[in-house]
């Protein structure tokens, strides 16, 4: 791959057809899969790989044992956007560039509330309209791809 579209990002994600569905949004969308452990499920999960399909085989994926392992991985910090409901900032006012990091916490609570506080000004939300708290995660990541790939065109 020359250079990936996106870096996403998934903090202690926890359910694994979650991570197969957003593996597969990975290779539709040309970007690198990175999970940040403490996972909620072995990889081997057959849920993964079934909410995948048979492009798993075909994913750019790397694994990182703490947040603060990633974090030296990333060559432009600033790159990094955390999605969050705890801002007020839309992630549609972001100008994206190819190979941004775009970092989503795990289903139940979302990104751990230090990693909010340390990169406050980079963090961002996806408004919505109705009565919910938050989108299901795959779904975010598909609303952000969405936005960032357009942005591409």
Not at 32 to 56: C, S
Not at 58 to 83: C, I, K, T, W
Request: proline share 5%.
């Amino acid at each position: 791959m020359e250079k990936e579209n996106f870096n996403i990002v998934l903090v202690h994600p926890q359910i694994p057809n979650n991570t197969g569905n957003i593996g597969r949004l990975c290779v539709g969308s040309q970007s690198k899969l990175h999970l940040v452990k403490p996972l909620g499920f072995e990889i081997t999960d057959t849920r993964v790989k079934r909410a995948g399909l048979d492009y798993w085989g075909d994913l750019d994926l790397s694994y990182y044992d703490n947040f603060e392992a990633l974090l030296q991985s990333v060559p432009d910090l600033s790159r990094m956007f955390f999605f969050t409901t705890r801002t007020q900032s839309a992630y549609y006012d972001v100008n994206f560039k190819k190979g941004d990091w775009l970092v989503f916490g795990r289903e139940s609570d979302g990104l751990p509330p230090e990693i909010v506080e340390h990169f406050s000004k980079q963090c961002v939300k996806i408004p919505f309209p109705g009565k919910v708290r938050s989108f299901n995660l795959s779904n975010a990541v598909s609303i952000a791809l969405g936005e960032g790939l357009r942005q591409f065109r």
